[in-house]
C-alpha cells in the first residue's frame, strides 16, 4: 500500500503535472489520496490494476469506442444522435464544451460549427477559443464534473451504443487511456499506464472511467446539482 501511495504522491509533487492540474481544477492537493481506499473517489487519483480495468481511446473501431466523449455516432444512426431541446448533434463533447462558456454567442457558435463533421476543425477550434476567450464561467472548475454527470446521463437516454458498450465493460473500470496524449486534463479524466514494482497499473484520477462505473450501476442515473444561474442558448438548463 505505501508503495502505491508513494507513487502518487511523488508524481504529483511534480511541478509540471501540478501546473498542468492547475488548469483543471482550484486546488490540486484535493485529489491527492491520503489511502488506498479514496482511490475509488471520483475526484483522486489512483493506481488501477491494469488487468482489472478497460481502456478505451477516441480512434473509431476501438474496443469501447462509444464510452469517449468524442465518440461520433455513426452519421446517419439518427436512432442514436443526442438530443437537447430541438438541437441533435453526434458528439457528447459538443454539450459538455458548451456550457464551459457563459455566453449564449458562444453556445450558437460551437453549435454550429463545431463537432459536426467526422471529426473536430482544429482551426475553427482555435478561432472559438480567441473569440470567445474570457467568458468561460468562474466557477466551471467547481461545476466540471457536476455537468458532465448531466451530458453522461443524456447520453445514455439518446445513444444505445454507449449503452451497450457500458454493459460490455461490466466487472471492469473503464478507463479513458490517456497514455499517449499530454493535454493537460488528461490524467483528471483519465489515466495513463505505468508500471509499479514490476506490476501495471492505470495512473490517474479516471474522472470519467469512475462516472461510467457508477451510470452502469444506477442504470443511467445519477444525482448532480448545478447552479440556477447555468444556461444554454439564453434559456435554463433543461
Known sequence: ???TLQYIHERLSDAKLRKDLA????????????SEAEFGEIQKFGLYPAEECVPFITKQGTPFYYLDNMSLVPKGDVRNYLQYGDFKFRQLEVLYNMARMDSTEAHEWLRDNLFQGSRVDARKKAEYKAKFRGLERADWKRIQVEWMKYCLMLKYRCNSLYRKDLSDCRGKLPVEDATNTNYASNLFWGAALVE?????????CNVLGKLHVLMRKNN???SYELPEDMHLFGKPIL
Not at 488548469?23 to 491520503?34: A, I, M, Y
Request: no cysteine; net charge negative.
Open 1 to 3: 500500500m505505501m508503495k
Open 23 to 34: 488548469t483543471v481544477v482550484e486546488d490540486v492537493d484535493v485529489l491527492v489520496p491520503q
Open 220 to 222: 443511467g442515473q445519477l
Open 196 to 204: 509499479v514494482d514490476g506490476r501495471k497499473y492505470y495512473f490517474g
